[in-house]
T-cell receptor, first 108, second 114 residues
Framework: GQSLEQPSEVTAVEGAIVQINCTYQTSGFYGLSWYQQHDGGAPTFLSY????GLEETGRFSSFLSRSDSYGYLLLQELQMKDSASYFCALSNTGKLIFGQGTTLQVKP | DAEITQSPRHKITETGRQVTLACHQT?????MFWYRQDLGHGLRLIHY???????NKGEVSDGYSVSRSNTEDLPLTLESAASSQTSVYFC?????????????FGPGTRLTVT
């Protein structure tokens, strides 16, 4: 089967940098996606890594290492509005398998 | 603008009743998905469809069914609602085939089974 593991909660200060890790077990996959979900809202797509390395999208970056079965989402210049849940997801044939999510709390 | 909508947004029903949750998308996406979200479990896939008349079971499909009669709609039916099915349900859609990495989610339906 496939599984993903993320920390349940992370706390950081406004303006800081935070890294949300994701480790996974799978026999095969296309890539690793990241989604953001504000409390009570719909998940929204943030980033996707098909290849090893870093992908940058504004203040957000995502990293994948297939050899280590590991990825992370890096959020820079944290803002209060970044307080949300963040999910990593394995892209498999035609569908996504989601991790349990990490709740990020940004403090002033 | 294209969008994906769900109805109702909130539903309270009794154990044993049949319930249908609607999902409608105007993206013209072939792929549609239903998830449930419970505290501590993230998003778990219930059923999905790659096109009209195609349906597939996800990891938590017991007690649920779907049908796809057109591109825009994928209704989710709970045949006989159980308290364990109290959850928030999200519908999503995506384009293409093979690699699926970006899905567009609806606003969710909060279902309570009493």
């Amino acid at each position: 089967g496939q599984s993903l593991e993320q920390p349940s909660e992370v706390t950081a200060v406004e303006g800081a940098i935070v890294q949300i890790n994701c480790t996974y077990q799978t026999s095969g996959f296309y890539g690793l996606s990241w989604y953001q979900q504000h409390d009570g809202g719909a998940p929204t797509f943030l980033s996707y890594n098909a290849l090893d390395g870093l992908e940058e999208t504004g203040r957000f970056s995502s990293f994948l290492s297939r050899s280590d079965s590991y990825g992370y989402l890096l959020l820079q210049e944290l803002q209060m509005k970044d307080s949300a849940s963040y999910f990593c997801a394995l892209s498999n044939t035609g569908k996504l398998i989601f991790g349990q999510g990490t709740t990020l709390q940004v403090k002033p | 603008d294209a969008e994906i909508t769900q109805s109702p947004r909130h539903k309270i029903t009794e154990t044993g009743r049949q319930v249908t949750l609607a999902c409608h998308q105007t993206w013209n996406h072939n792929n549609m998905f239903w998830y449930r979200q419970d505290l501590g479990h993230g998003l778990r896939l219930i059923h999905y469809s790659y096109g009209v008349h195609d349906t597939n079971k996800g990891e938590v499909s017991d007690g649920y069914s779907v049908s796809r009669s057109n591109t825009e709609d994928l209704p989710l039916t709970l045949e006989s609602a159980a308290s364990s099915q109290t959850s928030v349900y999200f519908c999503a859609s995506s384009e293409g085939s093979g690699t699926v990495y970006e899905q567009y989610f609806g606003p969710g339906t909060r279902l309570t089974v009493t």
